[in-house]
């Protein structure tokens, strides 16, 4: 059984272009969750998604940040006009439900900003 | 609200025991343990729901005390294997999210 896939596993971009990270989660998953990870810090929630639905994004910026998770297809963050304070590790979990279920984490995109 | 783990950093050498602990100043639905090592995604380890449960797997177990409010995580006879760092997530009733404390570096020397 595949894990979670993520994709790139590195991205550099400059200031001001777009970053798009994507995730496959586990097979037979329906809930993905972003986190964030700056060097030498913990997983910082971004948002939990369901097939063709954001359920809860409260960890995620209001400007410039935003994710889906179509009917086909993997699940994107996108985050538009990058800066510098962008640049981090990305990681998508999965889960087979929600709460109170083990949640497997991807490999993870580092996302560099020059 | 971020779970407070304790300590931060602990040094052992192979074959000694080690206890991480995550507390919270309210009752947690889940605490979830992970393990991460530099550079890598965390690795699932275990989930605690229940008051008072304890769960093992291999050498590596976790309580959750009755008020829901304290996991320990218990690293016996370690391993080099075991370095990383270990982070507890708690998950808050009803949220899916998870909220993870500042995690524990764990060095194991030969």
């Known amino acids: 059984n595949a894990g979670v896939m993520q994709n790139p596993r590195h991205l550099v971009r400059r200031r001001g272009q777009e970053a798009r990270l994507r995730c496959s989660p586990m097979?037979?998953?329906?809930?993905v969750y972003w986190y964030r990870q700056l060097p030498e810090e913990g997983l910082k929630f971004m948002v939990y998604l369901q097939k063709e639905n954001i359920i809860d994004e409260s960890g995620m910026p209001k400007e410039r940040f935003s994710a889906e998770f179509p009917k086909e297809g993997p699940s994107i963050l996108r985050i538009q006009q990058v800066v510098r304070g962008d640049s981090a590790a990305y990681f998508c979990?999965?889960?087979?439900?929600?709460?109170?279920?083990?949640?497997?984490f991807g490999p993870g995109t580092r996302l560099t900003v020059t | 609200q971020q779970p407070v783990q304790s300590p931060q950093a602990v040094i052992l050498r192979e074959g000694e025991d080690a206890v991480i602990n995550c507390s919270s100043s309210?009752?947690?639905?889940?605490v979830h343990w992970y393990r991460q090592k530099h550079g890598e995604a965390p690795v699932f380890l275990m989930i605690?729901?229940?008051?008072?449960e304890q769960k093992g797997h291999e050498k590596i177990s976790a309580s959750f005390n009755e008020k829901k409010q304290q996991s320990s995580l218990y690293l016996t006879a370690s391993q080099l294997s075991y370095s990383g760092t270990y982070f507890c997530g708690s998950g808050e009733g009803g949220s899916e999210k998870l909220v993870f404390g500042k995690g524990t570096k764990l060095t194991v020397n030969p």
């Open positions: 979990a999965s889960s087979s439900q929600g709460s109170g279920y083990e949640q497997y």
């Open positions: 097979k037979g998953h329906s809930h």
């Open positions: 309210k009752a947690l639905y889940s």
């Open positions: 605690l729901l229940k008051g008072g």
